[in-house]
Each structure stands twice: as structure tokens, then as C-alpha cells.
């Protein structure tokens, strides 16, 4: 029963170890390039705040907020770490 049980579940957790290592490869890449993109946007906004508009100023600090790497790179990672931990209960649960 295990062994059949490996032999169906083997295809599905080779493609979520490959979702998890390109998913963390892109992740890192995007980080990097989006906390740069974040530091300019957020310069940006202070200047707006102090030229009088802080409307766009708050606006531009919020979209530079989710563009650092606590924001949306952040809810990635923690998306991946729900595939990883899928992936290590089945691998418990085929493995006994």
C-alpha cells in the first residue's frame, strides 16, 4: 500500500519541490529589484509630503510599504512555506 502510495503521490511532490526552489529563486531575485524600486518610491514621497501633498505622499509611502520586502515579497514567502510544510506532511504521511 505504501509503495502505491509513492508511486502516485512521486509526481506531485517532485513538482512542489520545484514550485518551492523556483518560488524562492524568484522570490529573492524580486526582492532585491523591488526593495530598490520601494527605497526610490519612497524618497519620492517624502518630497511630495514636504512640497504639500501629502495626500500623494501617504499614498506613495503605502504602495512603497507593500513593495519592500515586508510586504507583498513577504506574503510570498509565507506561501511558499505552506507548500514546503504541505509537502513535508505528505512526504510523512507516505513515509510512515
Known amino acids: 500500500m505504501k509503495n502505491l502510495l509513492k508511486i502516485l503521490f512521486a509526481?506531485?511532490?517532485?513538482?512542489?519541490?520545484?514550485?518551492i526552489k523556483a518560488g524562492v529563486?524568484?522570490?529573492?531575485i524580486s526582492g532585491l529589484a523591488l526593495s530598490i524600486i520601494?527605497?526610490?518610491?519612497?524618497?519620492?514621497?517624502?518630497?511630495?509630503?514636504?512640497t504639500g501633498a501629502v495626500t500623494n505622499g501617504l499614498i506613495g509611502?503605502?504602495?512603497a510599504y507593500l513593495l519592500s520586502p515586508y510586504g507583498i515579497p513577504m506574503f510570498a514567502i509565507m506561501i511558499l512555506g505552506v507548500i514546503?510544510?504541505?509537502?513535508?506532511?505528505?512526504k510523512c504521511l507516505i513515509s510512515g
Open 11 to 19: 509526481p506531485i511532490m517532485a513538482l512542489m519541490w520545484l514550485a
Open 25 to 28: 529563486a524568484i522570490t529573492y
Open 38 to 50: 520601494s527605497g526610490i518610491i519612497a524618497v519620492i514621497s517624502i518630497v511630495y509630503m514636504f
Open 61 to 63: 509611502l503605502a504602495i
Open 84 to 90: 514546503q510544510r504541505i509537502r513535508e506532511n505528505l
